[in-house]
């Protein structure tokens, strides 16, 4: 099992900045791939970034977050970080991290950690 812890929400200014953590334990050496997910009020969850767990730790983006968003891994902590830097209104939701792993066949997601951009 992988388990996921994930912290740094709050609420901000639109145009300020936050960085979310995802600690991972548990079997961390089968996991694949990680990634940011968020869910606004009544829409639908929508992948933000993903990084492989790879030599090559390819990254990939949302549209609407390129640019601003970052996503990056630290293997000696086990944690995957999202650096989120000129927030809008619209980046207001529950963010969640995910853990594909077990040669992708199993998922695991934490708990979830709300961001709120203001006006």
């Known amino acids: 099992q992988v388990k996921l812890v994930e912290s740094g929400g709050g609420l901000v200014q639109a145009g300020g900045s936050l960085r979310l953590s995802c600690a991972a334990s548990?079997?961390?050496?089968?996991?694949?791939?990680m990634g940011w997910y968020r869910q606004a009020p009544g829409k639908q969850r929508e992948l933000v970034a993903s990084?492989?767990?790879?030599?090559?730790?390819?990254?990939s983006y949302a549209d609407s977050v390129k640019g601003r968003f970052t996503i990056s891994g630290d293997n000696a902590r086990n944690t995957v970080y999202l650096q989120m830097n000129s927030l809008k209104p619209e980046d207001t939701a529950v963010y969640y991290c995910?853990?594909?792993?077990?040669?992708?066949?199993?998922?695991?997601w934490g708990q979830g950690t709300q961001v709120t951009v203001s006006s």
């Open positions: 995910n853990a594909r792993w077990a040669n992708y066949l199993t998922t695991s």
């Open positions: 990084i492989a767990i790879t030599s090559s730790g390819s990254t």
């Open positions: 548990g079997s961390i050496f089968s996991i694949n791939a």
